[in-house]
């Protein structure tokens, strides 16, 4: 089992900055990857960052150079820096976690959610 505790959310107007941890408990061994996943008000939740174990990182393309995501394996944590936020950058933000189970295969592990608003 894996758990994941979100944190970080807000209230920030556009172009300020925010950021985002999650905190990464029980096997931990097993991740393979973590990332932060968002949903808009009216749409559907997609990928905002991802980084593997190995330091690979993958960005939706409208936060590219404006996020970054990062791990501290002392901590156990992955962060998502956020810097020149803007209001579509609205929504609930989930950490996600992918894990391989010797027996089950790939599992997704999911954070409760932090809300993240950007507006004047």
């Known amino acids: 089992q894996v758990q994941l505790v979100g944190s970080g959310g807000g209230l920030v107007q556009p172009g300020g900055s925010l950021r985002l941890s999650c905190a990464a408990s029980?096997?931990?061994?097993?991740?393979?990857?973590m990332g932060w996943f968002r949903q808009a008000p009216g749409k559907q939740r997609e990928l905002v960052a991802r980084?593997?174990?190995?330091?690979?990182?993958d960005y939706e393309d409208s936060v590219k150079g404006r996020f970054t995501i990062s791990r501290d394996n002392a901590k156990n944590t992955v962060t998502l820096q956020m810097n020149s936020l803007k209001p579509e950058d609205t929504g609930v933000y989930y950490c996600?976690?992918?894990?391989?189970?010797?027996?089950?295969?790939?599992?997704?592990?999911w954070g409760q959610g932090t809300q993240v608003t950007v507006s004047s």
């Open positions: 029980g096997s931990i061994f097993s991740i393979n990857a």
């Open positions: 996600h976690a992918e894990a391989l189970d010797g027996e089950l295969g790939f599992l997704d592990y």
């Open positions: 980084l593997t174990n190995s330091g690979t990182t």
